[in-house]
Each structure stands twice: as structure tokens, then as C-alpha cells.
């Protein structure tokens, strides 16, 4: 089988987080399996994919609607890693006004048009079918999937010391994962450091106590959560 993978950030080792993590996962079993899985990003789809038995979606916000429309002509399963239909990915309120929002007519489409929507656990299929009622009323096939990580690596580790009034965020500058959060909440509490990983932030003035160091290995995170007295959640504060 052919197969093509579609992801808002290139899929390679190394890079990315659970999105990435779980589409590496898959291509390798789909190599594995002795199948052939290219990847694709916003920045590359820009061709026909009749050539493909499968089109795999995984997170495609950043995906015109006409790269979209082409992708859905070939048979789809919906595997996303958050929340399609909300404009910030991941600020998702669940409330009646996200039944309206902008991003919910072409979720609604990839959703019914798909073969097989794979979510990642109960709570997040139940989220979605809070916008899309027809997951559940319409027999859409489902499955369940839980991202390819392994949460026992990210355990503290023995003789690495906590640095007091340090904070780690990984991702945490994205304005679509509320990254104007972050920044004001560590304006609003100059006694601790906040060491970010990951993509950056839009906004060019950073506070003076927040520190971008860019991406890092996920070989390297398990220490440096290790190292930090606290840690920020994308777009929340958790100290």
C-alpha cells in the first residue's frame, strides 16, 4: 500500500513532539509492514495524490483549504493529535460558541469524509463530538489510539538537582497554544526564570526573565524537566 502522511511540521527524528513522535512511530510501522509512507507538509502539498491508496491526516491547521480538498480525494482516515476545529488548536473551551467558530465547517468535512477518525482517548473523542454530534449519531468509524509516547521517560532522574525558581516550557511560545499567556504571566512574576524549548514565540519583546533556547532533543527533555523547579503548561501557568 501507498500512503501519504499530512502534518503542519516535518516528520524526522529528533524533531517535533507527540504529533511528530506518533507520525514517526507510524511511518516506521508502515515500513515495517513493508508499505510506502511519504510525508507531507503545507509547504510541499502542492500536487495530486491519486498515486496514494491512503491519506493519512494528522495535525493540518496550517493546510489551505484547496491542499485539503485535493487530500480528501483520495480515501482518508482523521487521526488528529488536538483540536481541529478550533482556530487555536489547543485553547479548545468547549462551549456553544465553538460550534460556530471558523475552523468547525472544514473540520466537519474532513470528519464525515473520512474513512476512520482515530482519537486519542475517550475525553478527546467526547470533545470533539461535542461540536460534531454526527461522530457518534451518524455511525462515523472511530477508533481509539493513545500517542506513541512513552511517559515513563519523562520521570525525574536520580541525581540531576532542582534549580529553585526556574520554570521550563516546551512549545509554550506558540500563539496558536496561547503563547501570549505565558509571556504576560511571566511578566507578572519576575522571581522566576522561564527556560523555553521548542518553536518561538511571534512577539519579538520577550520578558527579561524568560530565556528561548530553541529546540532540543527528545533525548534531552527528560533532564532538563528534571532540572526545573517548576514547569508551564501551553498557555497555563502551573507553579
Known sequence: MKIALFNDLPV??????GAELSSLAFMREGTR???????????TTNRGFDSYDLAVIKNVTAFSEVQLDEILKVPTVHWPSDYLMC??????????????????????????????????????????????????TSGLNTHLSPPFVDPDVFKPIEGVPREENTAIGVNALLDFKGGENVLAYAEEHPEIVFNMFGGPSNNPVLPDNLLYIGRALQEAL??????ASHYIEIGIAHV
Open 33 to 43: 509492514r513493508e508499505h510506502v509512507v511519504d510525508c507531507y507538509t503545507p509547504q
Open 222 to 227: 527528560p533532564a532538563l524537566y528534571s532540572q
Open 87 to 136: 482556530k487555536w488548536r489547543l485553547f479548545y473551551a468547549m462551549q456553544e460558541k465553538c460550534k460556530k467558530c471558523e475552523g468547525a465547517d472544514k473540520a466537519g468535512d474532513i470528519i464525515s469524509q473520512s474513512i476512520l477518525n482515530v482519537f486519542l482517548s475517550p475525553l478527546h473523542k467526547a470533545a470533539y463530538e461535542f461540536v460534531f454530534p454526527e461522530i457518534k
Open 12 to 17: 524526522q527524528p529528533g524533531f517535533g513532539s
